[in-house]
């Protein structure tokens, strides 16, 4: 196959790939919100219908016990090697839906880049997969490699089904690679492979003090008030270092290696651009770590949401019967979701006074991830996102989460190669999430050619 | 005037009472929400129209930059004493709905009681006085005192027009005492006069991290998280022996005497009832003094309301931009609530790290009182409790705010008689708010003979 003829082809169709990938966006497919169960339906009969359209072979949608699987196959290589690409077609609520500067389902082009719920997180990363499979197949007329597709829709609720459906499917998903864009890379123009990931332990904590609201002048001072307790048990999960203080919630952790740490060092990070790309007034942490290492590679704990009495306008002087925070903690390789729900569990019971009443809602977890830095499936990764970015990728780890690697990597014994195609300014989960066009072209043309690497 | 006549009046119109009272209930005064202006309008219209129905000489409403206040004269005792009746028509916001067992506003009858917001705050207790004045009225044909009646719209937002109203009608309202039945019986069949009050500082405060919310795998661990560093600060708002840490919060404070104390532990009060009446597991306070003591005699801080981040279904694993909580706190004699105010928002800003900003919205306050325990007119209150109740009222003080009360003193310089005719349990500010019909019964008939002993 001649060079140039997949460059050739992107050139043409480029503005038709944005109007699809704008179509796609369009459909609010959030997982977490039961009332748009019938969108996200129909977004994964888009998906299927999209996989067929660019000639994909064997395209199914298979129903769970929450959203549906869209699941395909191009198997015409026999004796070449298969290869697995996961992605995911729902996205994360949109709230709070008044900062946005255009409406999150309403994708709009600004200045190079589209901004949508999804641009980035999973949407805009997976389709650039489509559109290189379909460059590949329009230009080559047949792909040299197997392809899988498996492509969830619950990827923002935790993946509750895709386990049980991948453990239920191991023969008919046995491959030599998987390939995920969900994450990001270190900067613009700079090509990446994550080779680790953090895992996520999630839950909700209410404190009640008296059983019914009451007036906080005829009560006050005499009843325990659940926001003032809820307050204290919080403030108490960190101490002064920044450590979380949650007794053995580090007993596990595999330490960062002086090779990593070494590694970490080199990458060109400043501390004071990523303090106002976040718009905070200064940057904090764990004592005795670099931010790219507090955000890679050490476990954190982070109140995601908190609620309790009047949260209306003006003034009620009332003294709440409940308050609730939600709490996740990131963790890192050798932390286990659940033990540590269980440390935090323990660690609040005894925080609290016997004059409230604690209860707890885990929500879901996902184990954290490390893989190979080098293989022949990382290998043929980097030379395809060399061709088309012109630069060697570095490599790094991720603080967000994708449990389901650690599914691959327990139950079908393949590697992950985890190319992120996005860019850690892209807001993804905040309000104007966006994905640079570049970024979006380049990663159709990586996926284009890394079907001839591997 | 026979002392059977007014009774005899009450029981054969205590139906009507009762329907009149429904009506009055259902208009939704709610003065906090900007949303139901037109509703607190028309309660303002039903309780003037009502008072010229029962034969009230001089009914006007007026208008204020907010709510509009209902003032109304009837002066026809020349050489009597003047007498100023005063009131709110305006509710607490009903949150959260789904608590109530019947809608706030379609008042109900179950057991002797009946159910709705402003059934006893204030609306049920008010017209206990408008119910006494027209049984005066209609047995007696004339009354023994001249009468006015001031009633706002505005209570509930902390009066902001009523000073600048009672100001520049310093003259009109002149009086030789004002009655006011806003606060509770100290027991069921227990008479009471009240003769402190604790005042409040009302604000919100709001702590900012990141300037849009971050996604917590990508950031979380490098950057200041606002719930949290908010529950630190509220954490700090107490020390160990939940007294305020707030440093000079308690310098003015005018301690109870132990006259007063002596009192107080006289009264039948049973600590278990209160914790059960609470429905919390256990009651709490400030070391040294007992309930009745920190409820109505000593000073408190609580959060009325915090948010932040994500509250709806499931877990969305954001990082959020800021957090806000609602903090009030009940002042006793000789606390200033601008002072207080000064000094929370000094101590709070010295407890924030510089990660993070804060800013300051500042509510409403209200003066404590203290008033006079003997004088004419408590004795002739007194004498009208005994009649209608058959045993002597007990004194007591009360834990809520009744701002005006303190304008009344320092503008009209004239003696206030609160005359409760709720009860604790009656959920003012909750779900569920009621009135017991005896108390409204009793009210009436204490308010018609009144007049007589004045």
Known sequence: MSDQKIPDYLAENQDRFLEELKEYLRIPSISTDSERKEDVARCAEWVAEHLKGIGIDDVQIEQTPGHPIVYAEHCKAPGKPTILVYGHYDVQPPDPLELWETPPFEPTVRDGKIFARGATDDKGQLFAHFKGLEAHLKTAGELPVNVKLLIEGEEEVGSPNLTPWV?????????????????????????????????????EVTVQGPDHDLHSGLFGGTVPNPINELAKIIAQLHDKDGRVAIPGFYDDVIPLTPDEREQFAKLPFDDEKFRAQTGAPGLCGEVGYTTLERKWARPTLDCNGIWGGFIGEGAKTVLPSTASAKISCRLVPGQDPEKVFDLARDYIEGLAPDTVKLTFLPHHGGDPVLTDRDNDQVRAASRALKKSWGVDPVFTRGGGSIPVVATFANELKSPTILMGLGLDDDRLHSPNEKFNLECFYKGIETSAYLWDEL
Do not use: Q
């Not at 890379?185 to 839950?203: H, V």
């Open 167 to 203: 453990v239920a499917n191991k023969e008919r998903l046995a491959c030599d690679a998987v390939v995920i864009s969900d994450s990001s890379m270190f900067a613009p123009g700079m090509p990446t492979l994550t080779y680790g990931l953090r895992g996520l332990t999630y839950f």
